[in-house]
T-cell receptor, first 111, second 113 residues
Framework: DAKTTQPTSMDCAEGRAANLPCNHS???????VYWYRQIHSQGPQYIIH???NNETNEMASLIITEDRKSSTLILPHATLRDTAVYYC????????????FGAGTRLAVHP | NAGVTQTPKFQVLKTGQSMTLQCAQD?????MYWYRQDPGMGLRLIYY???????DKGEVPNGYNVSRLNKREFSLRLESAAPSQTSVYFC????????????FGSGTRLTVV
């Protein structure tokens, strides 16, 4: 699995964009980048994933650098309910994409 | 509602007791997974099943066994519980290949005393 590096914690003001970075410098050409979040002690929730192109869905946007060595998850208008631990994961592609979670980034959204 | 159902939600065991954690999904997913999460830590993969009839070890398989009973159900068994197995256990499922993300259950909170 590609190793990912994320900041331990971040803060964001409510209503502002939250930009969560992730380094995955050892990622190979066919490995996707996945983002999940875990609110309090609930089960992790899938947010978004991408390979090369930037991606957007109803929850977030994912910006992947051209060399694919890093990515940024963007929550365009953070709310208090976005306070969670965010995990960036790059599993081994092909066959069985088992996800190996790191420590993630603890995002605190404050009023 | 479609999703992953785990039972029980809470359990307290004495050291040496055995138990089985149950997991069922109704999304017709091929792959299923068991993770554990210790306080303040990320999730660690215990076992996974890529498809019905197959199981493989993850990062921390020692002390556990699994059974993929059918396509819907994937159980995790602790034969002789130890305090080090106190944790929250999450089951997940996914399509194969997992390009649509995993769906996680709400977890089983296990305490071994």
């Amino acid at each position: 699995d590609a190793k990912t590096t994320q900041p331990t914690s971040m803060d964001c003001a409510e209503g502002r964009a939250a930009n969560l970075p992730c380094n995955h410098s050892t990622i190979s050409g066919n490995e996707y980048v996945y983002w999940y979040r875990q609110i309090h002690s609930q089960g992790p929730q899938y947010i978004i994933h991408g390979l090369k192109n930037n991606e957007t869905n109803e929850m977030a946007s994912l910006i992947i650098t051209e060399d694919r060595k890093s990515s940024t998850l963007i929550l365009p208008h953070a709310t208090l309910r976005d306070t969670a631990v965010y995990y960036c994961i790059a599993p081994v592609a092909g066959g069985y994409n088992k996800l190996i979670f790191g420590a993630g980034t603890r995002l605190a959204v404050h009023p | 509602n479609a999703g992953v159902t785990q039972t029980p939600k809470f359990q307290v065991l004495k050291t040496g007791q055995s138990m089985t954690l149950q997991c069922a999904q109704d999304m017709n997913h091929n792959s299923m997974y068991w993770y554990r999460q210790d306080p303040g830590m990320g999730l660690r993969l215990i076992y996974y099943s890529a498809s019905e009839g197959t199981t493989d070890k993850g990062e921390v398989p020692n002390g556990y066994n699994v059974s993929r009973l059918n396509k819907r159900e994937f159980s995790l068994r602790l034969e002789s519980a130890a305090p080090s197995q106190t944790s929250v256990y999450f089951c997940a499922s996914s399509e194969e290949p997992a390009n649509y993300g995993y769906t996680f259950g709400s977890g089983t909170r296990l305490t071994v005393v």
